[in-house]
DNA sequence: CCACCTTTGTCCTGTGACTGGAGAAAGTCA
DNA sequence: TGACTTTCTCCAGTCACAGGACAAAGGTGG
């Protein structure tokens, strides 16, 4: 079961496998344009990298006005796995060498689990994934869990949501389980790199991406590149605090972000506010579904929920003030916001911008876009793809 | 007057020349050590070196237990400029092509007077040194000014308290006046570098580095380099909002962290304690001066004053809760504390760290200290040169 | 003071990476 | 069909660099 993907020898061939990933099949000439070498230099390189079966031919280039060049792509049985395991569910997407997603199963899950369950669960997905006839095997997979990891071990370090998981060596039980390689990082930073592979944060090179979800997270990325902090903690902005002496939040603190907004702040909100009869929309659903989640919010709010609305527009408030301080202390060129609260869309939206605009400086926020990550559910598990295809294309 | 200094024709040049730099003089042998060269490739370029005059010999190494070796070092009569230009006053230094300073002079200025008559007086200051023996001319300079700086270009941009300076071309300017290489960025970040190159943030490589003078601000380095953000104003942590609806800031906001505490804010709520008689210690040296400065309650304050402790107690929570949430969003390594204000000293290290402490993660303050500053004044125009030096030391 | 070892500096040759030109092959366009 | 393009292949020449051989200069132990 085990796939030996070969590896680029490298820098060029690196560079050249990055180039097909992200620009699908090209000529020989068009390769030729786009990497500073020689026409005989990169005929050795693409010709090794034929020899090793990364790359394939694949029939003759579109006419540029001469002769026709053959077509270069990558071997087409590659298949990458990304895998975002959150709070309460998993996702699981098999992909091809350039990342586009061939099959994505959502499963419902808690992660307090423990990790072997929930290994369990993400092994019989993408079991299923294969079973689908879209993969014959895995050669990379990258892994997303809700906490902070040391990324160059893979391993989550003191997971607050992630009782049991402190300290279980992720990358080294799944690369063994799935017989290939694996990478293991922060849900959030594989949101920001799938948004940045092929989401809204394409041109972007400094830029934040704040995942709301069951908790609130923030991926930092810098000159193109995930900055992770000295202990792989950066973007914990969940516990940040907006209120002196407020509200008491499961970290032990008071008055933190999360206590106030995330999903799991809402849903308890929402309950409240149906419970006390101030919304009738609200209690309605409630007594439909015994409990209420994020989603009940959003769809109330959509149909008018004068509550709902409130609930979102303080939540956005509130989450606007320590986007806007980080506005200030970052200077991004673009703020993302995704995760599982999106589906709150526009009115979030404008209460955040309002936020923003309003308290950090001209400088900061003159050509700041802050618009909705465009990937949805895919954004973390193309992350994981990618972030996993970028440690394979690079020199061994 | 214009000194055409040598550049390094390649990388390993670059590298020998800032290796010279940061390690002093060294025999071709400990070079060899500490680059990877072969003996008879780093003997081409150190030749090479010496050649263009960027370095000399030095006499005889230290015995290693064999033949010895000759010193090399950095050519004697090298001299960078470091300015550092304040609201209130500038400080220009030379130092040595070690970055070591020979000579510093402080005046007090005021930047609103514009950018013609600061470098009047910047320029004034820079031949006095110059008189004095300690340089024949300058081979670079590195300036840093209290605003956000386009920093490839070297102009402020939309500097809040630098009225007149707003898309001033000061690297062109003043590198027109002395006729030498100049490189222009934020005062903050300048700090950061100068601590990092010779200062207590030595060996960390993400780092945070805060300064409390006239405003507030906080540099940021990333991987040991600085990063200033989209549009050069990453850092511009003094307007953000500690309290709703709070006091009036300059900046049109209202509840700015720098109305609350800068040494702006605290001469003023100085003078106004004095005034209400609620500090006859405060009121005594405002009766003596006329007026009072961050200085005055640092001195009262080590006389016992309660008044002078309890505003700087209060300062530092309210600054120690936005560092808070800082280290939470970027989980720095270390977090250096430097400015005017350092000689607030411990009241005020211990009110931030208390703040830290107790609100971040443990995870992001487990090993993280919070310092001093230990280059004072000296951090700015130190950064200034190494600014400069790793311009000029890297490939043309 | 001498023989021997270590360190350092210099010279020189071999190797691998790479460039760029020549020319053949394959195609387009009028 | 002829002229022009583009692409591909081959090959010789250049350059950077490593690493060995050797000489020079110093230390160390007898």
Redesign the pocket.
Same mark, same amino acid.
Do not use: P, T, Y
């Given at each position: 079961m085990r796939r030996m993907t070969a590896r680029p020898a490298?820098?060029?061939q690196a560079r050249l496998l990055r180039l097909l990933r992200d620009g699908g099949p090209n000529?020989?000439?068009? %390769?030729?344009?786009q990497i500073?070498?020689? @026409? $005989?230099?990169?005929?050795?390189?693409?010709?090794r990298l034929l020899e090793t079966g990364l790359v394939v031919a694949d029939g %003759?280039?579109a006419?540029?006005?001469?002769? @026709? $060049?053959?077509?270069?792509r990558l071997a087409p049985g590659l298949r990458f796995l990304g895998v975002d395991i959150g709070a309460t569910s998993v996702d699981v997407a098999v992909t091809n060498a350039e990342l586009e997603v061939l099959g994505h199963i959502t499963q419902p899950m808690d992660v307090r689990e423990g990790p072997v369950a929930v290994f369990e669960q993400v092994l019989a997905m993408a079991a299923k994934l294969k079973a689908s006839g879209l993969a014959e095997g895995f050669d990379g997979a990258g892994i997303g869990v809700p906490g902070p990891v040391r990324f160059p071990e893979g391993v989550p370090v003191a997971p607050p949501i992630m009782p049991g998981w402190d300290g279980f060596p992720v990358r080294e039980a799944l690369s063994q389980e799935l017989g290939c390689p694996v990478m293991v990082d922060n849900d959030v930073n594989l949101m920001a790199v799938g948004e940045q592979h092929a989401g809204v944060a394409r041109s972007a090179r400094d830029f934040l991406c704040v995942k709301i979800g069951t908790g609130i997270g923030c991926g930092i990325v810098v000159g193109g590149e995930v900055y992770r902090g000295t202990t792989g903690s950066a973007g914990d902005i969940g516990h940040i605090q907006v209120e002196p002496d407020g509200r008491q939040c499961a970290c032990g603190n008071r008055g933190c972000l999360e206590a106030y907004f995330s999903g799991a702040a809402l849903a308890r909100d929402a309950e409240e506010a149906a419970r006390d009869g101030r919304s009738p929309e609200l209690a309605g659903r409630l007594e439909a579904a015994g409990k209420l989640s994020a989603a009940d919010v959003a769809v109330a709010a959509a149909a008018g929920d004068g509550t709902s609305l409130d609930l979102i527009r303080d939540g956005g408030n509130r989450t606007g003030q320590v986007i806007a301080s980080l506005v200030s202390f970052f200077n991004p060129g673009l703020v993302v916001i995704g995760g599982g609260v999106t589906g709150l869309g526009h009115t979030l939206l404008a209460a955040l911008r309002t936020q923003v605009y309003r308290q950090s400086l001209p400088l900061a926020t003159g050509n700041l876009p802050i618009v909705l990550g465009e990937l949805g559910p895919a954004a973390g598990v193309i992350g994981g793809a990618r972030l996993i295809s970028d440690h394979l294309f690079s020199p061994a």
């Open positions: 490298n820098a060029h000529s020989r000439a068009q %390769l030729g344009d500073d070498l020689s @026409r $005989s230099k990169l005929a050795v390189e693409v010709d %003759l280039a006419s540029r006005g001469g002769r @026709r $060049s053959h077509n270069i």
